[in-house]
């Protein structure tokens, strides 16, 4: 097949948020891992993807005639210390592709090499293991019905990277409804502010925005408020999509909330063992900002930065403008709450009402109390040795176990059978790795070979000491 057309619509239309770049040239590239089925959707050949021409194309050595690959611009508060030039300090976006089905998206290298915007001490690669866990997890998601960018590929390079140690190293290749963030916002709002670029820059980032993602706004008269109140909806159905299925990003910095609502970048990210509303897996995160329980509390603060950028649109009266994001912030709450306890309702097997509410409550003080494994406990709810009231209640409202099956995942990628597959990737043995990918693709299907997935991990086999994650960079 010929190289896929990229087009270059974000280097057109907003041409002061993009670099134009070259994406280092790997020195052996061979492909460890490709997502056949994405390709498909993508109207893209597997087969033409694994040869010389698939990987150039892949790892952005030629991209394509048309291409115009790009470093983008973007700022974000980090832990909450706002850095006012982030960008795409180890990553470059090739270009958009149209799909078979008429969709847009961005194809989008991590580990691809130096840009302008690395930071000092950065040498612009990425390792294998990281580059495959953002595959495994972001594939993970997906089967769980969560909004996330995906996984193409993820090419061996052929050359080392060095970090505690010496490392194989790997580029991977995202597909992404877009790469627009809150931290995409923040930079643009920056730079008029300061005049170093056009007024109507917002104006454009805002229509954009809106024709990607929200196009059913796109015409309407007040099209910031429009696209404030989409990415609200959007995140709050997204935060309460991850907690339902145990999910913990661990890195919510403003640059990483897309307003596609989107999940994107699994560096500290893990899924729950046993629940506990606290937990926190990131080596980083002492002081638990992005703990499992927080994460709702910190969209919602990542979304008033949002609106912060947005207020110049809002209304020519200041005031005017803050009442506005105000009323558009403040549907989070109720948009989050009825996510939630709905996610939790059909949980249980039950339709939303204040009983489910009450016993959803009551069960996860119950879980946490026990320290209960999140997804075997709400997968093998029957049998959990609960209070009789709790049962006959439950039971009493006749819960539907097609429902409860369909919501309640049969496994999850386990932090240690992950790692350890990860590690064992990292020396050159990929088996395991395909086989977890294969598993976490039919999380709701019973299989023989995933046990180490479906079950918490076992007492005295290092279950009860704490994972901790690390951003792989």
Request: net charge negative; with cysteine; charged share 20%.
């Amino acid at each position: 097949m010929p190289v896929p057309a990229l087009q270059h619509r974000f280097a057109d239309r907003l041409p002061e948020l993009a670099v134009p770049w070259q994406a280092r040239p790997a020195p052996a590239p061979t492909l460890a891992a490709l997502n056949a089925p994405l390709a498909a959707e993508l109207g893209l050949d597997p087969a033409w993807l694994a040869t010389d021409a698939g990987l150039a194309f892949l790892t952005g050595t030629e991209p394509g005639p048309g291409a115009r690959p790009v470093a983008q611009a973007y700022a974000g508060h980090q832990f909450g210390s706002y850095s006012p030039l982030l960008g795409d300090g180890r990553a470059l976006l090739l270009g958009e592709l149209t799909a078979p089905d008429g969709t847009l998206h961005d194809v989008h290298l991590k580990g691809s090499g130096l840009t302008p915007f690395s930071r000092e001490g950065s040498d612009g690669l990425a390792a294998l293991g990281p580059m495959l866990r953002e595959l495994v997890v972001s594939e993970a998601l997906h089967a769980l019905g969560i909004p996330t960018t995906r996984a193409l590929a993820v090419v061996a390079t052929g050359g080392p990277v060095r970090r505690q140690r010496v490392l194989p190293g790997a580029v991977l290749v995202r597909v992404a409804d877009s790469h627009l963030r809150v931290g995409t916002f923040q930079h643009a709002a920056a730079l008029v502010h300061a005049g170093r670029a056009p007024e109507d820059l917002l104006t454009r980032l805002v229509a954009e925005s809106l024709e990607r993602h929200h196009p059913g706004h796109a015409d309407d008269a007040a099209p910031a408020l429009a696209l404030l109140r989409a990415v609200v909806a959007a995140q709050a159905e997204l935060v309460a999509r991850w907690m339902l299925m145990g999910f913990v990003h661990g890195v919510m910095n403003t640059d990483n909330m897309t307003v596609s609502g989107q999940s994107i970048d699994f560096g500290p990210c893990a899924f729950l063992d046993g629940f506990d509303p606290d937990a926190v897996f990131s080596s980083i995160d002492r002081g638990g900002r992005y703990a499992y329980g927080a994460q709702p509390r910190i969209a919602l603060w990542n979304l008033n930065r949002f609106a912060e950028t947005l207020l110049p649109l809002l209304a020519p009266d200041p005031e005017a403008a803050v009442a506005a994001a105000e009323e558009a912030l403040g549907g989070f709450a109720p948009a989050f709450d009825a996510a939630w306890q709905g996610g939790l309702a059909a949980k249980l097997g039950l339709a939303r009402s204040a009983d489910s509410d009450a016993l959803a409550a009551e069960l996860l003080r119950l879980l946490a109390q026990d320290r209960a494994d999140w997804t075997a406990s709400w997968a093998n709810l029957s049998d959990l040795p609960l209070p009789a009231d709790w049962l006959a209640r439950w039971r009493a409202l006749d819960p539907d176990p097609e429902l409860a099956r369909a919501a309640n995942p049969l496994r999850v990628p386990r932090n240690r059978p992950l790692q350890a597959a990860l590690d064992a990737a990292e020396d050159g043995d990929l088996a395991d790795v395909e086989r977890i990918l294969a598993a976490v693709r039919e999380p709701f299907t019973p299989r023989a070979d995933a046990s180490d997935l479906d079950v918490p991990p076992a007492p005295g086999a290092g279950g009860e000491a704490p994972f901790v994650t690390f951003c792989g960079t």
